[in-house]
């Protein structure tokens, strides 16, 4: 059996949790740890609450337990936590698992190794504008392809503008684009409930909208902590040819810029040249940057089982 006190002793783990913590100590780094939105109490109290998974805390990580009908809980998942700690998480999650019978754990985070690649089940990407190291709106500028450049002026020629959702009304038909979107491009939207709690904390949260009179023709949905995420994205279907996304992703980094957040992080990439969401992403200069999830048996036979469970609950 596969157990947390035989990892915690395996030295080539150790060696990579400390290779991690050397690169998140050096000054040239890019301050970007994933989704530490994750490590936000106030989001993740709503985000638990209505995905029905039960909030945990191991010292000061917060991580979820997520459970099935009858089946129980599964499995304990770990976002962005602080590399020191990870050692420590890792071996009281032997207790933990044996006062409720988790099956594994998984953390997410930007550091990759050789020495734990084999307990890594997938990698996602990402785009970042990088804030410490822009000096200003024009150094930003430079950096987008010629055609965002040339979209944004005609968004502006347009008409467009771009503000902050104002009320109940904004959100709601924002929202009605949201679940076109989803239905149109077959992705699974998240729940109205835990999206409506965000937009009423200004603390954790901005809908940016683009608008052309009184119309809105996109909005984008963000979550802020030490830098700001782009979570949900859409557009009306008849609004491309108003460009206003382009300009709805400008404003944002200046926004950004001046609200002296660490980073933008633009929500996603697919290294695929026919993925047009990730080449418009590319286009406005980001760095590219790597997610990477690892899955750690805790108890190994209650694992096989629960990743068939998973599979027919998908």
Sequence with gaps: MQSVIKLYKDRKFNGFIFR????????KAIKWNGYDIMQNEIFMESYCKNKNFELFKIDTTIAYLHKLPVFGYTFMKIHSPDLEDILSIIQKTKKISAQKNVAFLEIVTP???????????KSDG???INYNNIKNYEAIWKNFHRNVRQKINQANQNGVFIEKAKNEN???????????AARTKEFQAQKY????DLFNNSDISRLILAKCEDKILSGMFLLLNKGILSWLSAMDSNAGRYRPNNLLEWEIIKWGKDQGYAYYDMGGAIINKNHGPTEFKKSFG?????LYT???PIVYIK???TELALKFYK
Aim: proline share 0%; net charge negative; glycine share 4%.
């Design 20 to 27: 991690m913590i050397k690169n998140m100590n050096d000054k």
């Design 111 to 121: 550091y990759k190794d050789d020495a734990i690649e084999r307990y890594m089940i």
């Design 126 to 128: 990402t785009y970042i």
């Design 170 to 180: 904004d959100f709601n038909e924002w929202w009605k684009l949201y679940e076109v």
């Design 193 to 196: 409930g835990l999206v409506h």
């Design 286 to 290: 980001g760095e590219y940057r790597e």
């Design 294 to 296: 690892y899955r750690i």
């Design 303 to 305: 694992n096989i089982i």
